[in-house]
C-alpha cells in the first residue's frame, strides 16, 4: 500500500491503501522473497532444463487465420441460445438410487489411470478428468459435472435450486467456450480436437474473458500455463518421481498426519469416496480410490520437499481439488507455487502468512469498507479500535476469514470456488482478497443480516456478523453474482483496483509490525493459545461446531489462527449469552 510504513513508539501508522486506475504494476514478488523454505533441490539436482514447447511464452497469428479482434465478442451478452449445446433443458429428478449409482459410475470412469516411467521402474499415477457428463445426464444425477454431490451439508441450496442454476449456466458456459476458441485462433492456437496446452500471452482481453471462467475441460492446462508450471517443471524435470520413489514407504509424523487425513479429503466426491460409486462389496471395490493413491503420493512429495512446511491441514483439499485438473507432477509443482508465492508461509508452522494477511485483509477492510469495520473494528465493551491496536487486537472475525486463505475458499459451491482459482492463478494473491472484501461487503449489504442488526448492541451486532459470514459463502451457488461484484465499478464494488503492489507493501509493513511487536516482552501478540483454552475452543457449542469446519478441518489445527490470548474464551461466554 502507497506511503511510508513507520513506527513511532507504540503508535502503528498504518499505510493508506491507494486506487489505482486500470493499469496495474506487475506482480514482482519472487520466491525467495517470501519463502524462506528448504527446498531439496541439492539432493534432486536436475540437468539443464529442455526447451520451453514451441511458441511457449509468446503466440503467432496464423497467416491463414487473419487477424480476428475479439473485443465485440467479448461485450456481447453472455447467455445466448445456442444449438447442439443442450440449451433447452428441461429438469428432471431421479430418485432411483441404482440410476444415481450407474451415473456416479458413468462419471468415475472418466479419470483412468496411466504408467508413466520414472528413474529406473514404472510408476502408476492417476490422470485427471478426461471428460465429462452432458447436461441431461447431470440433471437426472445427484453428482455435478465434477464428482461432488450436487447437494450435501457444505451447500446452502436444494437439489431444485442447483438445476435450475444448472441450465441457465449450461448456456453461458457454451457461449464462453464459444469466445475462448475465437480468441485461441486469433492468437495461433488450435483447440478443436483437444483440450489445449498453450494459451495466449497476458493481457487486459485474456484477463477479460478469464474472470468469465475457463472451459471446464481446459482449466488444468490453463492453470499450469499461467501459474507459471512450465518453467518450474522444466527446470526440475524428473524431480517429482524421484522424490515420490525416495519417499515410497516412508514413515514419519507428517505422513502418519496424511494418513489420517486422505480419507477426509471430499468424502462427498465420487474420486475420493468409492462407496459412492454404488456398486456391489468386492475385493476391488475396497481397494482405495486411485486418486487418494495419488494424493497421499503428492502430500508425501511436498513434506519431503518443503521440510519447513512439512504438512498442513488443508493442504490435501488443495491438492485434491488440483488432481481433478492435471496430473500428480503438475499437481505438485501447482502446489509449491501456491505456498511459495501466491500465499507464503500461510500453512507453515507457525501459521505466519496467515497473521500477515488477517491483518492486512483488516486494513483492507478499514479503508475500502469503512463502514463493515465500525462493527468489527471494537472491542466487546464497543470500543473502537485504534490504530496502534489493529494488528495486535485483530477482531473475532478472523476466525472465519482465516479459513478463506487457508483452504483458498474450497468449501463455497463447487463452481464458485474454481472460478476464484481461475482467477488466482492468473492475476495472483490479490485475487484472495478482492474476493474476500468483496464476500464481506456481500454480508454487511444482506438485507437479512441487515433486519437481524436493526435493533442490536455492539457486541450482538459483532456475533451476528460472525455467524453471517460464516454462512453467508455457502450460498453463492453462481459465481458469475461474486465475479461482477467483485469487478464492475458499475453495479458492482470495484474491487479490482486493489493492486498487487498493495498487498506486496501492505504484507511488508504487516510482518515488519509484527515482528517488532514478537520481540517485545509481554506483548499481547501471540498465535498461540493454552491447552485448557484450546480444548474449550474444541468442544464449545457456541460455534455450532463448525467455526472451521470445511469438510472436516479440526479446530485443533485451524484456531492457531488466533490473536487474542483470551479469545475463545470470550467467544465462548457471548455465544452462550445470546443462546439463553
Known amino acids: 500500500m502507497t506511503g511510508d510504513s513507520k513506527s513511532s513508539g507504540s503508535t502503528l501508522v498504518t499505510p493508506v491503501p491507494h486506487r489505482p486506475g486500470n493499469g496495474e504494476s506487475t506482480h514482482s514478488r519472487t520466491v525467495s522473497a517470501v519463502s524462506h523454505n528448504y527446498s531439496l533441490l541439492d539432493i534432486y539436482d536436475s540437468p539443464s532444463p529442455p526447451p520451453p514447447p514451441q511458441g511457449f511464452g509468446h503466440t503467432q497469428i496464423d497467416e491463414n487465420t487473419g487477424s ?17 449445446d443442450n440449451t433447452d433443458l428441461e429438469i428432471k ?34 490422470t485427471p478428468i478426461t471428460s465429462y457428463p452432458n447436461s441431461e445426464t447431470i440433471l437426472k444425477s445427484k453428482f455435478d459435472r ?25 448456456k453461458y458456459s457454451s457461449v464462453i467456450k464459444k ?56 527446470k526440475h524435470t524428473g524431480v517429482y518421481e524421484r522424490i515420490v520413489k525416495d519417499t515410497t514407504g516412508i514413515h514419519n509424523k507428517d505422513t502418519e498426519v496424511i494418513e489420517r487425513d486422505l480419507n477426509r479429503t471430499f468424502p462427498d466426491n ?147 470456488t474454481l472460478r476464484i482459482w481461475d482467477i488466482l492463478w492468473y492475476e495472483g494473491s490479490k485475487t484472495l482478497f478482492r474476493v474476500s472484501l468483496t464476500i464481506s461487503k456481500m454480508c454487511l449489504e444482506n438485507p437479512e443480516f441487515q433486519v437481524s442488526r436493526q435493533n442490536s448492541n455492539s457486541e450482538v451486532e459483532q456475533i451476528e456478523l460472525f455467524q453471517f459470514m460464516q454462512n453467508f459463502p455457502k450460498t453463492i451457488l453462481d459465481p458469475n453474482i461474486l465475479v461482477d461484484h467483485c469487478f464492475k465499478k458499475i453495479g458492482g464494488y470495484g474491487f479490482g483496483s486493489l493492486s498487487q503492489d498493495e498487498i506486496n507493501q501492505c504484507r511488508e509493513f504487516v510482518s515488519k509490525q509484527r515482528a517488532k511487536l514478537n520481540n517485545k516482552k509481554h506483548t499481547a501478540l501471540t498465535a498461540e493459545m493454552s491447552d485448557d483454552e484450546r480444548r474449550a475452543l474444541e468442544t464449545a457449542g457456541a460455534f455450532d461446531g463448525d467455526i472451521h469446519d470445511v469438510y472436516g478441518f479440526h479446530r485443533s489445527i485451524m484456531s492457531g489462527v488466533v490473536w487474542n490470548k483470551n479469545i475463545s474464551n470470550i467467544m465462548k ?7 439463553k
Open 68 to 84: 480476428v479482434d475479439i473485443d465485440d465478442i467479448l461485450e456481447q451478452p453472455d447467455i445466448t441460445a445456442s444449438t447442439n
Open 93 to 126: 429428478t431421479v430418485d432411483d438410487e441404482s440410476t444415481n449409482a450407474s451415473i456416479a459410475v458413468d462419471l468415475s470412469s472418466s479419470t483412468q489411470t496411466s504408467t508413466t516411467a520414472s528413474t529406473n521402474d514404472s510408476q502408476q499415477f492417476t
Open 146 to 170: 465434477y464428482g461432488f454431490k450436487k447437494v450435501s451439508s457444505q451447500v446452502n441450496y436444494s437439489n431444485d435450486e442447483y438445476n435450475d442454476w444448472f441450465v441457465g449456466y449450461t
Open 179 to 234: 469466445k475462448w476458441t475465437l480468441l485461441l485462433k486469433s492468437n495461433g492456437l488450435k483447440s478443436s480436437t483437444s483440450p489445449p496446452t498453450r494459451f495466449p500471452p497476458k493481457s487486459d482481453k485474456v484477463k477479460k474473458l478469464i474472470r468469465k471462467g475457463i472451459p471446464p475441460e481446459w482449466r488444468g492446462n490453463a492453470w499450469f500455463f499461467y501459474a507459471g508450471g512450465y518453467e518450474r517443471l522444466n
Open 270 to 416: 465420487i474420486y475420493f469416496n468409492k462407496s459412492l460409486q454404488g456398486s456391489n462389496t468386492t475385493n476391488e471395490d475396497i481397494l482405495e480410490a486411485s486418486t487418494i493413491t495419488s494424493l497421499r503420493r503428492v502430500l508425501t512429495a511436498f513434506a519431503h520437499y518443503q521440510p519447513q512446511i512439512g504438512y498442513c491441514q488443508s493442504l490435501n483439499f488443495l491438492v485434491g481439488l488440483l488432481l481433478l485438473f492435471m496430473s500428480e507432477e503438475r499437481a505438485f509443482w501447482m502446489l509449491v507455487i501456491l505456498t511459495e508465492r501466491i500465499i507464503p508461509k500461510v500453512h507453515s508452522a507457525n501459521l505466519e502468512g496467515v497473521h500477515i494477511d488477517q491483518g492486512v485483509l483488516m486494513l483492507c477492510i478499514k479503508e475500502y469498507i469503512p463502514h463493515l469495520w465500525s462493527i468489527l473494528g471494537k472491542n466487546f465493551e464497543g470500543e473502537q479500535l485504534s490504530e496502534d491496536k489493529i494488528l495486535t487486537r485483530l477482531p473475532p472475525i478472523t476466525l472465519v476469514t482465516s479459513s478463506w486463505f487457508m483452504s483458498v475458499f474450497i468449501g463455497l459451491p463447487i463452481e464458485t
Open 573 to 579: 461466554k457471548k455465544f452462550t449469552k445470546k443462546s
